[in-house]
Structures are given as structure tokens and as C-alpha cells.
């Protein structure tokens, strides 16, 4: 079984978290959600929405069903989903409660730094999203090719206190997935250690799946 974050860091960062976390993270959330392209009508699921910072930015039109773990941040998504198609609900992004291929887009941002188990919130994530579908993601990750460090294992095993993983690996993460595309790789904050990627969902044959 999967284990749960510990809330009650959600529970202190909530009412703190956009007054940080906004200046910082707001370019790159942008250019993330843009790379989706969403049209009106699509519908995009955002596992582990936070506060809501995303919300403002998702294109007039597209029907948006998000979710968090904690509901402390739910309830600061509450107002920025106001006037907007927004479905907010209470969820972990390791176990969804929604049939095969039910979006056309999934936008994960600094989610799998943070749940404990960052494949299986990505295998969810893919197991949703329609064949032919896309996938951004914005979060931090260990330079691929570069071994763990004693320092960078003491530093990492620090800050997961704080919430979060940095010596995750995309590629741990994203490779063995059947039709699985990864578009773009471009380096973000912190010369490159946060990322911003677009992956798309092929279309199988039957053979393949």
C-alpha cells in the first residue's frame, strides 16, 4: 500500500505557501501549462493542485478537475477556482478514483518531488489520460547521469523533512510506459535542476498494448 505525505507540513505551509512560492514559480507554471496547447472543451487533471496557483492560467473554456491531498491547500484553491470550470476534490494523486483514459491532458506541477511515491502517482496520472493525450510536468530532479553523492544524499534526506525529494530521477520515473513520448526537456530554475517536460500519450495497436 502506498504510503500518505505528512499533512501536517500542508497544514503549516497553506496559508504561507503563495506568499513564497508565487514570485518564484509563476514564469515557469506558465510556460508549462502552455506547452499543453488545451483547447475549450478539454478536460485537464491536476493531482496535487496546492493552493491553486495553476488555476488562473488554464485557457477560458477548459473543464479542469484538480485535487490535493491536504485540505488546508484545498481550501486555498477554493477562491482561485471561483467563476472558473473547476471541479476541486479531495484526492491522492497515488490512488485515483477515475475510469481509464478520462482526460485529455494531466498537468502535474511539484508533485512528484513531494508524494512518496512519485512512480505510482505517475502510473495513475498515465492510466487517466486519453491515448493521444499530453502531459507537463514542472518540478526538481537529480541531473540524470550523475551518481548520489554522500553530501547530496544527507542534503536530500534534510530537506524531505521540509516536504519535498530533490534527488528524484525523471527518468526512474517516466520510463517502461507503453506509448510514452517525452516531447520536450527544457531546464528551469536553479541552472536546470527544476525542469519543465511534455510528454505525449501515443495511440497503440492492439499488439502493443
Known amino acids: 500500500m502506498t504510503s500518505l505525505p505528512n499533512l501536517s507540513i500542508y497544514h503549516f505551509y497553506a496559508p504561507i505557501y503563495d506568499r513564497f512560492f508565487r514570485p518564484l514559480t509563476l514564469g515557469p507554471r506558465r510556460d508549462t501549462i502552455r506547452l499543453l496547447e488545451l483547447q475549450p472543451g478539454e478536460q485537464v487533471l491536476i493531482p496535487g493542485v496546492g493552493t491553486g496557483l495553476d488555476l488562473p492560467m488554464i485557457p477560458t473554456g477548459v473543464r479542469v478537475t484538480a485535487g490535493d491531498i491536504s485540505p488546508e491547500m484545498l481550501k486555498q484553491a477554493q477562491e482561485k477556482a471561483k467563476g472558473r470550470l473547476v471541479e476541486l476534490k479531495h484526492m491522492d494523486a497515488q490512488h ?5 483514459e478520462s482526460f485529455n491532458a ?14 505510482a502517482a ?23 547521469g550523475r551518481s548520489l553523492t554522500p553530501f547530496r544524499r544527507m542534503l536530500g534526506q534534510v530537506i524531505r523533512y521540509f516536504g519535498t525529494d530533490p534527488n528524484r530521477c525523471l527518468s526512474e520515473i517516466v520510463t517502461g510506459w507503453a506509448g510514452l513520448k517525452v516531447l520536450k526537456n527544457n531546464p528551469s530554475l ?11 500519450k501515443g495511440i497503440l495497436s492492439g499488439v502493443e498494448k
Open 106 to 119: 494531466v498537468l502535474f506541477t511539484l508533485v512528484l518531488s513531494v508524494v512518496p511515491d512519485a512512480r
Open 122 to 144: 505517475f502510473g495513475e496520472a498515465w492510466r487517466v489520460l486519453r491515448p493521444g493525450g499530453r502531459m507537463a510536468i514542472f518540478d526538481k530532479f537529480m541531473p540524470e
Open 96 to 100: 485515483l478514483e477515475f475510469e481509464d
Open 190 to 200: 536553479l541552472s536546470g535542476q527544476y525542469r519543465i517536460v511534455l510528454i505525449e
